[in-house]
Structure formats: C-alpha cells, structure tokens
C-alpha cells in the first residue's frame, strides 16, 4: 500500500483513478482548488487537499505532497478557448509539480499527456489547440528530464464509454479513441505494478488484456 497525490483530482480520469487506486488499497490525495469537490473526491474513498494549481508555487506543491509515494499529474486547462489556462495548468502546472515532488523527497511520478503531441501541427491549427499541444509537449520533456521515476501516458481522444479492460499500448500505436475509465485503470496498473518507469506509451482502445499490456509494454 501507498499513498499516491493526484494533481486535479477532481477531473474525470482523476474520479475513476481515485477508485481503481483504493480497490487495491492504496491511499489517495486528491488535490483540489474548490471546496465544493470535496465531497466528490471523499466519497471515492480520497483524502481532499486545496492547491491552487495557478496561484501557488512548488514550495506549496511540495506541502501538499507531504506523506505520498507517488504523485499523478492529471490536471488540464480545460475545454474553454483560453489560451493562457493551457500554459498556467497544462504546462506550468507540470512544472511545480514537479519541483515539488523533488522538494517533497517524492520520486514517483506518473502524467498524464495526449497522443502525438511531439508531431509538428500544421500551419493552419487553431491557436488554442496549438497552445494545447505545445504545452503538453514541453511538459514531458521537462518530465522526461527531471531525473524522477517518471511514467507518461499519452491517451487517444477521450470518451465516458465504460470501461473495456482491454487497449493498445505502445511507444507509438495509431490515434484512436479510449475510455477515461481506461487511462485511470492503465495508470492505477503501473502505480501498483512498479511498471512503465523511464517509459512513454501511448494508449487507445485495443483487443490485449489491460494488465498484459502494461506487463509487455
């Protein structure tokens, strides 16, 4: 058993992920900004903490990572047109994340990314989807450079289907769309598993077993 920090752990990966971490014992601290989540998140069984992901710095990352194993990094600037959201939590957020799970003494990091984000866009890309994609890339590779234990998953095109249990998953696999049920369940699996450190996979719906997929990946 662990403790495990989920950042934006009132998103819908983070509802789901809260449940698959406590059916295998886990304790989880999910990190909200708004008091009114925090029933949400306790009801599945997590430990609610406040973070302004936007307004406080990695020190106050850091204190909110205080007793865990392993922190996630699920959070996302959301669907509006705002492009400085996309920077602030998307990217700057993965930073202090970051930072603060070194200060923390946390090695254990898991993120949560989008499928082809390293690809070049095409000139004509709307420019909050550019501001999307660009922030998810600078994200991982600042991860990637961090010298924690880092995992990143790189979803297809989320959908609420439920969950299959089965998916493909890969250093590259063709864009396709996945069940947020099952980026929580594959993220849960490499939290429990010790799998998948120093690896970024992307992930879509598929025919292999979840567990399996993780385990070959």
Known sequence: MSTIAIVGGHGQIALHLIEQLRARDHDVVALIRNDAHTSDV???????RRLDIEQQDADAFASVFD?????????????????????AVDLEGSLKSIEGAR???VRRFVQVSAIGVDLPLPEDTDDVWRAYVEAKRDADVALR???LDWTIIRPGRLTDDPARGSV???????????????????????L???????????????ETPLDEAVASA
Do not use: M, Y
């Open 42 to 48: 306790e009801q599945r069984g997590a430990t609610a």
């Open 67 to 87: 007793g865990c194993d392993a922190v996630v990094f699920a959070a996302g600037g959301g669907p509006d047109g705002n492009i400085g959201r996309k920077r």
């Open 103 to 105: 200060i923390a003494g």
């Open 145 to 147: 450079e961090s010298g």
């Open 168 to 190: 493909t998953l890969g250093d590259s696999v063709a864009r396709g769309e996945v069940p947020r049920a099952d980026v929580a369940a594959v993220i849960a699996e490499v």
């Open 192 to 206: 429990h598993t010790g799998a998948g450190i120093g690896r970024q996979w992307d992930l879509v719906t598929g």
